[in-house]
Structures are given as structure tokens and as C-alpha cells.
């Protein structure tokens, strides 16, 4: 008995925060504070009265539902859809067996999509769809049960994902005639290959730039410091425009068609901000150790490899992700040149006669799509972030 | 190794192992490997040029445009010249970009104050307005506000008035300005007067101050009797230095007064907002990154609220606050290269235009790139002076 | 006593009129000095006077612009060959650590062997595995750097240098960064290399140690020797002022 006392820990008095005293420390705690309160209230009654009239009474839904397929994928053929699928299939293994393996964001991440997967099922959409919908949670939930507690399977799944970019592509594109033409390629799906093209391949150039950067030789350093700086120095918009008129120009003989030259024009642009972030993580890697990798013996290559590149690219982790998002909003700009992504579906449903005057409804639709994307990436490098700041070692 | 005299004695290096001849030597080929790539880029483009039975040169430049452009700060006409129709371009740009700079500065340091609120709803309500906007591409916005708002106001005859001098329709928005009378000449005068009293005031209580050894705003006398001067002249001129210039009904539209475009409102709007949700962002941080500690050692030296605010926490937030808030309106710079989706005609669209007429895509290219990197470099001087400057008296 | 007799006939390391700049500034003026096989000189002088500078110029971690420096018969030059013998054969620990945080302490050890000499990796770890026996924290192999104390890390960086095979090793200021109470766990360590006959250029401001494991005491100040004696000599009979003042103020701590 008295052992039990005496070991029992003495717990914080409890605060008596009831919801009235926290409605006075957080909102009416001075007077001008008050006052604020009840402005911004009468602002937000008004507000969502008015939009939510709207979007009730007024706005036009059955736009979206009616286009729904345009705004996924454009024109991708129905008949090859089920490429589409297969890639959805590919990447919801990976990240089932990753869920089991790390668990935590990517877990959280698997069920939301999970969550995604089963809505869109419950939704009035074709059988097939709905199929499709389903198996997808099915491979999820199958493959976080093997990948559970394997964690020798770690670099394995770490090949996958990297293995994972070219695989898709290959899928989405088929072979020859009978694949799907990179001109058909539309809506969202369009939007995300854009991005993820623009991440993945700037990635090593982004690199081998940042290092040139970083180099003691001068000619390197200029070449490479005259690259970024231009390139950060101009809108996207006129790379892509060059990337237009241009790579016909200057690659005369070589038919790239307009998605293609459009993934360059990113590529190129998306690298040169890409080694601005890797230079910050190479300048956050100390000199001593340099001094010390130089001190063991190891020539440049084996310094970069091995000592500065591990330790710059995790801290910048971060920042990539960041660039990510940037990109992924910044290829709407390729509507402007003609592609048809998200955004260009947007405005190509408009200007359909039978959905004349629904712009605010369609804008709408797309801007939520968008948001979500980004607001999930932000979210998740957050996560990072902190995951990065406890486990640094 | 085990032998005692030296292996070498310098200048006998071979040449593969002498690291300073390496050196040289990797240069020299990185360097001829770039040029190589440039000269056959260059070699290519000349014989695509020919195909296209193009020269590579500026003569165009002083060619007749023959195409208008709806608005600019200088007078144009399509007989102008290319170049002439370039630097309209140029204009516009400028003027956007410095007008969506105030705007957007504006707004975001009310939503970045906003967002460090001991007030959960204000709090709430300007992180919600930083998460909504920036997560949403700018062009979504700008054509957003273009065509689904700016577009769908009321037209000209049934134009919302706001006091009765301003009006809002579907063709723009239309404000008074002020319009200079001849009695400005005489205003000015008392301007001068005002400006030149300002400045010995200011000189000494600067010296006072100097003299008591204390610290003070040297301006305290100086600000005050500039603004007395300058009202007395106001009313003492004969007749008022401005008149007021109301847009009123003429015809099918306003005349008179300022008019901003549905083009231009709705890239300015979409500019302004999208930034202000970035530099929100930069200002909280950077209010916050001066620790608390900071705060709780001024407030034990004693000083107020407000002493604490602009002798402790904005000294250091400032210098933080002020390469990312540069690089902000850098980006917005470039982002009003946009104004192509609503086609206004700032210096990319006109290039634009006048690559379709010319076919000189080459040039042209040359040109706008050049312009945008002038004042991305100007600006980031700009910056690293000032960033030098400020971490100098810092000190 | 005995390190130079035997010396005189092998020096490992002859330094001659050794001149260094940064930028204008000159840091080391004219060294003119050699050390005998299994010496120990302890480099002692005020911050600033360009002892660490002398030690990092004798494995290139600083470019000398003067002089020549000899190391084992082989003259340290623009030559890349010259460059990569000498680092293998000289050791260096630093004053803060610069362990590599991405690594285990025991893959901090390997990696050089492994990269550097192409050793087997089961045969490197077995060798740093014997290594960290040495220094006395075997347990810690498979752990990070960061979640060992100072004193540890700086035993695995030794371990680390030693790992090479090196023959001279350099110590910069070993015991600077380290709380007090684990300086001597560390000085432990370099006193039984010290013994095992390793040629140590140690620059530390630990007099106890210097008087006790060195051969001889170097004095440097504004880039140049000032004085140079075996230990006894150096404490009990200072003959520049300047040292006269060190020594005072250094033994008042």
C-alpha cells in the first residue's frame, strides 16, 4: 500500500478550461479583440450565406459529373483505360508494402487513398469503375499485409519506387500505334506526369549542376552559375514558349511532339531551381567534413558520393517537396500552349456550348483538385520535416 | 616508399598527375565540351532558319507594327514601330508588377500580422486565406477572376457606383483622378518651401540630439511643419493645385477619370493575392523567428510593448524578412508574365504578337529573356546592397 | 631523449622554410624543422599563431605557397600520386571530430579501408572492430555519432585514422571541444599510442600531457618558432619572453 504511494506519480493540478473560459482568453480577451470577433463573424455569416445560396440554389453541378473522365485523363482512349489502371495498380502496391514497412505518413497516406478509392466506388459510376476502385483498395490492403514487419525488404521497395517511373511510363504510353499517343494524354494524369517528369528527371541534373556550382574550378562554376541564374531570371512561361517554337529550331530532323517538348522545357527549368535547393544542402554539409573525408584518403568522387551527397540531399528532402508543389501548380501553364491538362480541360469544357456560362462551377472544381494535391504534399513535407529533425543523425 | 631521397623534385611532374595542370586541363575540356554543344545548336538553328527563309538579325525592329495594343502608359499607334510596341510592353509589365507589388505587400503584411493574432478567429480566418490561395496555381486564379467574375458584372447601364465618383462594370473600373490645375505651379512653390524648412528642422534636432547624447527621432519637428506648410499652401493658393476628374456616362461608356481594364483588374487582383499569401507567409515567420526569448529579455530590461516591437523584435525581423519578401516580388514579376492568358498586353504577349507577324522568334526571344533578367539582376543587386547595408548597421 | 638520437639519421617528416599566406595575411613564416620516426612533439603557442595551419599544410589540407615539405621520402607537390601516399600515411584527428553523421561509428572506421585501400569488407570491420577494442568502445560500433559523448566520438575518430595504417598521425587540438570530464579518456588513448611508438605532432593546450608523453615542445607565435625544447628545458627554463608569459598563463588554469 504504501509502496504504491509512494510511487504514484503527483499529476498536474487539472485545468478547468471550459469552453467558456477558452472563448474568453481566445476571443474576447480585450476589448479590441471583441470587436475583431465580431467583424470577422458577421464577414463569415455573409460569406457562406452568399456562396453557400450559390452552390446550392444556383450553380450547376452536372458539368462535372457529365466531364468527369475529360477532367482525369482528357482524351485518353476508353477502350486503353485500363493502362491507366494497371499504373494506379503499380503505384498502390508500392505504397501498400511501404505502409506496412515504415508505416506512419505513408500509412496515414495509404488510407486516405483507401478512403478516396472506397467514395469513388460508392459514387453513381460505371460498373467496371467501380471494380476498378475496389480492387485498387484490395491491392493496398493485401500489400500492406505482406510488406507488414519485412523490413528486409526495405532497398527492395526503394528499387520499386525508383523502377516505378519508367514502368508507368512505359504502360501509359503502350507500344507503337497500338499504345496511346502522348498527345492523348490529358486532365489531371497529364498534370501529375508533367510534375513528376519535371521532378524526377531534373533531379540528377539538378545535382550535377548544383556541384559545378559548388566547384573550386572557376569555368565550371560560371558555366554552371550563368545556367541557373538565367533560367531563375525568366517566367516559366517563356521556357515553355521556347520549348515550343524553339526545339524545332535548334533540333531540326527530330519529331518531338508537343507534350514531349513541353516535359523538356519543364525538365530544364525545374533543374535549375532544383540545384539552387541541393546547393543549399551541400553548403549546410560542414568543411570539416571535407577535411576529415580528405584526411581518410578519399579523392572527389569518393567525397561527393559518399560523405557530402547523403548528408545535403536528406536535409533537403524538405525543399524538393516544396519544388513539387511549385511545379505541379506551375504546369497549368502548358494550357496556355495548347495542352490539355487540368486546367486546360477546364477551359476546353467552357467553351463546350451545352456548359456555356459555368465558369465559376468548373474553376471551382478544378481549383479543389489542385488544392488538395498541394495541400497534402505541404502536409507530408511538414511531416518530413519534423521526422527528419528528431531522427538527424 | 621505403627509399629516403625524394621521390620528386617540383616542375618534373608528369603532366596526369600535376594537379594544377589537372585543373587546367578539366576546365579546358568541360569548356570546349559546352561550346561544341552551343555550336551545334547554333549550326542547326541557322540551317532551320534557312528552311524557314529567315535571317538572323534586328532590322525588324524599326519595321510599321500594324497591330494595336488596348492600353499602355505611353501614347502607340500601329503605325509605331516594333521596338516602339516592345517597350509598351515593357511599360505594362513594369506598371503591373510595381502596382501588384504595393498591392500585394499590403495585403500580406495585414494577413501575416493577421495570422500572429492572440485572436483565434482572425488567426484561423488568415491561415485559411494563406492555405486557399497559395495552393491554387495562379493561373487558375487569374482566368478565374477573369471570366467569372470580372466578366460577369453588370454592364455599362446598370454599373455599380460606389459614393457616386467610382463605377464597376463589365468594361473595367472606372475611378476619379485628379486632374493638376494651373495653380499647381504656386502649390509647389510652397512644396519646396515646406520641403527645405523640413530639412533644417531635421538637421537641428539631429544635432540637439547629438548634443544631449540621447536617443530620439530626429524627424519629430521636421515631419510635422512639412505637413503644416503644405496644407497652409493648400488653402492659401488661389483656386485648388487639383481638380477631381469624375468618369461620367457618355455614349456607351464612361469617360474621364482612371480607368483599369477588366484585363488588367483581374491580373492585378490575381497577382496581388496570390503573392500576398507568400509574403503573409514570410511575415509571420519572420516575426516569429525572433525567438521568445528575445522578447522576454527585453521585457525584463523593462522596455513597453511597443519599444519592444521597434527597438527589439523588427531590428532583427527586418533583415530576415527582407531576401525572401525580394524574391516574392521577383516571382511576381515574372508571374505577370500571366497576363498572356487574359491577353494583356505586357512584355511577353506583345513579344508574343509580334513573333507570330515577324516570324523572328529568335530575336525576339533574345529580347524578352534580356528584359526579365534586367530586372531580376537589378533587383537582386538591389537586394545584396541593401542586405549588406542592414547587417552593417546592425551591428 | 632516445627518439633524437636515433632520429638524426631518420627523419620522417623535413619541413624547410616553410611560408603560407591567406590572402595577405602571412600565417606561417619560414618553418624550418624536422621530426624523427616515433617522435612525440606537443605544438603549443596563442590562438592565431599558426600552429594548426602548420600541421594541416603537412597533409594538404592547407596548400603551402614556400618551402618544401618532405614526408617519408616523398616530397609533397602538385603531384596528385605525391598527395594521396601522404594523406594514406598520415593520420588526423580533429577538434571536432568531424565524424561523418550519416554513418556508424564502425562504417566511420571502414570506409576508408574499404575505398581507399580496397580492403575486404569483412577483413576492415574486423579491423575496426579490434580498433574500437583499442579505444576501449567496442559496444558503441553500430551506433550513430551523435548518440555517443564527445570524448567517445573522439576516440572513434582516432580509431578512424589509425584504421589507415598511418605513420605519422596529427592531432589538432583534440581535447578543445570536449567537457572537462572527458578529456582524459581521450588523453589516455593518445598516451598509449604515444607508447606503441607512433610519430605523433600533437597541437593541444593540455600541459600536463605535453610535459609528461612529449619528446619535444614546439612554440610557435605569429607564424614562426620561437622556441623548441624538450619538456624539462621548455617549463623549467623558458628562454623568450613570450614564452615565459604563455607558460605562466597557461599554468594558471
Known amino acids: ?393 | 616508399m621505403e627509399n629516403n631521397s625524394p621521390t620528386t623534385v617540383s616542375g618534373k611532374i608528369p603532366f596526369w598527375r600535376d594537379v594544377r595542370v589537372l585543373r587546367v586541363l578539366f576546365q579546358g575540356i568541360f569548356l570546349l565540351g559546352v561550346i561544341l554543344l552551343l555550336a551545334i545548336l547554333y549550326r542547326n538553328m541557322l540551317e532551320g532558319l534557312r528552311g524557314l527563309g529567315l535571317t538572323l538579325n534586328f532590322n525588324f525592329l524599326q519595321d510599321e507594327a500594324g497591330f494595336d495594343i488596348s492600353e499602355g502608359p505611353i501614347a502607340y499607334d500601329p503605325s509605331d514601330t516594333y521596338l516602339k510596341a516592345f517597350c509598351v510592353g515593357i511599360l505594362n509589365t513594369l506598371s503591373i508588377s510595381i502596382i501588384g507589388i504595393v498591392c500585394a505587400t499590403l495585403i500580406g503584411l495585414l494577413f501575416g500580422i493577421a495570422r500572429l493574432s492572440s485572436n483565434w478567429l482572425i488567426r484561423t480566418i488568415a491561415a485559411a486565406y494563406v492555405e486557399c490561395f497559395r495552393n491554387i496555381p495562379l493561373l487558375l486564379q487569374i482566368i478565374f477572376w477573369y471570366t467569372a467574375v470580372v466578366a460577369q458584372l453588370p454592364n455599362v447601364r446598370e454599373s455599380i457606383s460606389l459614393f457616386g465618383g467610382a463605377f464597376i462594370n463589365n468594361r473595367g473600373i472606372y475611378l476619379p483622378s485628379p486632374e493638376p490645375t494651373s495653380s499647381l505651379k504656386i502649390w509647389l512653390w510652397f512644396l519646396g518651401a515646406g520641403l527645405l524648412l523640413a530639412v533644417i528642422l531635421y538637421i537641428v534636432r539631429w544635432r540637439q540630439l547629438q548634443q544631449l547624447d540621447r536617443p530620439g527621432f530626429p524627424a519629430k519637428w521636421a515631419l510635422p511643419a512639412f505637413l503644416i506648410v503644405a496644407l497652409c499652401g493648400w488653402f492659401l493658393t488661389p483656386g485648388r493645385p487639383f481638380t477631381l476628374d469624375l468618369p461620367a456616362l457618355q455614349g456607351f461608356n464612361y469617360q474621364g477619370g482612371m480607368r483599369f481594364t477588366p484585363e488588367f483588374s483581374s491580373l492585378l487582383i490575381g497577382l496581388s493575392i496570390y503573392t500576398s499569401a507568400f509574403i503573409a507567409e514570410v511575415v509571420r515567420s519572420g516575426i516569429q523567428s525572433v525567438v521568445k526569448g528575445q522578447r522576454e529579455a527585453a521585457r525584463s530590461v523593462g522596455l513597453k510593448e511597443g519599444q519592444t516591437l521597434r527597438l527589439v523584435v523588427l531590428p532583427q525581423a527586418i533583415p530576415i524578412i527582407v531576401p525572401p519578401l525580394t524574391s516574392q516580388y521577383l516571382n511576381l514579376a515574372k508571374n505577370s508574365s500571366l497576363a498572356t492568358a487574359v491577353a494583356f498586353p505586357d512584355l511577353f504577349h506583345v513579344g508574343d504578337t509580334m513573333m507570330n507577324q515577324t516570324g523572328q522568334s529568335i530575336p525576339v526571344f533574345a529580347m524578352i529573356m534580356v528584359s526579365y533578367l534586367v530586372m531580376s539582376l537589378t533587383t537582386s543587386a538591389a537586394m545584396n546592397w541593401y542586405n549588406r547595408w542592414i547587417t552593417r548597421i546592425g551591428r | ?253
Not at chain 1, 541564374?229 to 521556347?242: D, N, S
Not at chain 3, 588513448?189 to 606503441?196: D, F, G, I, N, P
Not at chain 3, 620561437?226 to 619538456?231: D, G, K, N
Request: glycine share 8%.
Open chain 3, 1 to 253: 631523449m632516445a627518439a633524437q638520437e636515433n632520429a638524426l639519421n631518420d627523419p620522417i617528416i623535413i619541413c624547410e622554410d616553410l611560408h603560407k599566406w591567406f590572402d595577405d595575411f602571412h600565417v606561417l613564416k619560414g618553418i624550418t624543422t624536422s621530426f624523427q620516426k616515433g617522435e612525440r612533439a606537443v605544438i603549443c603557442g596563442p590562438s592565431g599563431s599558426g600552429k594548426s595551419t602548420f600541421i594541416r599544410t603537412l597533409n594538404r589540407l592547407e596548400e603551402h605557397q614556400r618551402g618544401t615539405i618532405i614526408i617519408d621520402g616523398v616530397e609533397l607537390t602538385d603531384d596528385l600520386r605525391n598527395i594521396n601516399l601522404i594523406r594514406q600515411e598520415v593520420g588526423m584527428v580533429f577538434q571536432q571530430f568531424n565524424l561523418f553523421p550519416h554513418l556508424t561509428n564502425l562504417e566511420n572506421i571502414t570506409l576508408g579501408p574499404i575505398r581507399v585501400r580496397k580492403m575486404a569488407k569483412s577483413e576492415a570491420e574486423a579491423v575496426a572492430l579490434s580498433l574500437l577494442e583499442r579505444v576501449d568502445i567496442a559496444d558503441q560500433a553500430y551506433k550513430y555519432p551523435a548518440e555517443i559523448s564527445g570524448g567517445q566520438q573522439q576516440r572513434v575518430a582516432i580509431a578512424r585514422a589509425l584504421a589507415m595504417e598511418p605513420k605519422i598521425m596529427l592531432f589538432d587540438e583534440p581535447t578543445s571541444a570536449l567537457d572537462p570530464e572527458m578529456i582524459s579518456e581521450v588523453l589516455d588513448v593518445m598516451r598509449e599510442l604515444a607508447h606503441s611508438g607512433m610519430t605523433m605532432l600533437v597541437v593541444t593546450h593540455e600541459m600536463g600531457f605535453a610535459r609528461e608523453v612529449a619528446d619535444r615542445i614546439m612554440f610557435f607565435d605569429e607564424g614562426v618558432v620561437i622556441e623548441e625544447a624538450p619538456p624539462a628545458d621548455f617549463f623549467d627554463n623558458p628562454q623568450h619572453e613570450r614564452t615565459k608569459l604563455f607558460i605562466s598563463q597557461t599554468l594558471q588554469h
Open chain 1, 1 to 393: 500500500m504504501e509502496d504504491q504511494e509512494l510511487t504514484q506519480e503527483i499529476k498536474p493540478p487539472v485545468s478547468t478550461k471550459g469552453p467558456g473560459r477558452w472563448l474568453k482568453e481566445n476571443l474576447f480577451n480585450t476589448w479590441y479583440n471583441t470587436l475583431l470577433t465580431c467583424l470577422a463573424l458577421v464577414f463569415l455569416f455573409f460569406a457562406f450565406k452568399g456562396f453557400l445560396t450559390w452552390a446550392f440554389t444556383e450553380a450547376e453541378w452536372d458539368v462535372i459529373p457529365a466531364n468527369f473522365r475529360l477532367f482525369m485523363v482528357g482524351s485518353y482512349p476508353k477502350e486503353q483505360i485500363w493502362r491507366v489502371w494497371n499504373a494506379i495498380y503499380i503505384l498502390s502496391v508500392l505504397m501498400g508494402l511501404s505502409a506496412g514497412l515504415w508505416g506512419g505518413l505513408i500509412f496515414r497516406f495509404a488510407v486516405a487513398l483507401s478512403g478516396v478509392w472506397f467514395i469513388s466506388a460508392l459514387l453513381p459510376v460505371e460498373l467496371s469503375t467501380r471494380g476498378w476502385c475496389l480492387g485498387a483498395i484490395a491491392m493496398i490492403a493485401v500489400s500492406f499485409f505482406l510488406g507488414r514487419g519485412r523490413t528486409g525488404l526495405r532497398p527492395w521497395i526503394l528499387g520499386g519506387w525508383i523502377l516505378s517511373f519508367p514502368v508507368i511510363m512505359v504502360v501509359l504510353r503502350g507500344f507503337g500505334e497500338n499504345g496511346v499517343l502522348t498527345s492523348n494524354w490529358g486532365g489531371l494524369l497529364l498534370t501529375l506526369i508533367l510534375a513528376v517528369v519535371g521532378i524526377v528527371v531534373s533531379f540528377p541534373l539538378g545535382v550535377f549542376l548544383a556541384l559545378c556550382r559548388q566547384s573550386n574550378l572557376p569555368a565550371i562554376r560560371w558555366v554552371s552559375t550563368t545556367y541557373i541564374e538565367t533560367v531563375r531570371g525568366v517566367p516559366l512561361i517563356t521556357i515553355l514558349f521556347m520549348g515550343n517554337v524553339l526545339i524545332p529550331i535548334f533540333m531540326p530532323g527530330l519529331d518531338i511532339n508537343q507534350v514531349l517538348r513541353m516535359m523538356i522545357g519543364i525538365t530544364f527549368f525545374s533543374a535549375a531551381y532544383m540545384a539552387e535547393n541541393v546547393r543549399g544542402g551541400l553548403q549546410g554539409v560542414p568543411s570539416g567534413q571535407h577535411e576529415a573525408a580528405q584526411a581518410v584518403g578519399l579523392n572527389y568522387a569518393q567525397t561527393t558520393l559518399f560523405i557530402v551527397l547523403p548528408q545535403a540531399l536528406r536535409s533537403v528532402i524538405p525543399a524538393i517537396v516544396g519544388q513539387f508543389i511549385a511545379l505541379f501548380k506551375d504546369t497549368s501553364l502548358v494550357s496556355i500552349i495548347g495542352l490539355i491538362d487540368l486546367l486546360g480541360v477546364a477551359k476546353s469544357v467552357i467553351a463546350n456550348p451545352d456548359w456555356l456560362g459555368l465558369q465559376a462551377e468548373v474553376y471551382l472544381f478544378a481549383a479543389v483538385i489542385y488544392f488538395v494535391f498541394c495541400y497534402a504534399m505541404s502536409y507530408a513535407s511538414q511531416d518530413i520535416e519534423t521526422d527528419l529533425g528528431v531522427g538527424k543523425h
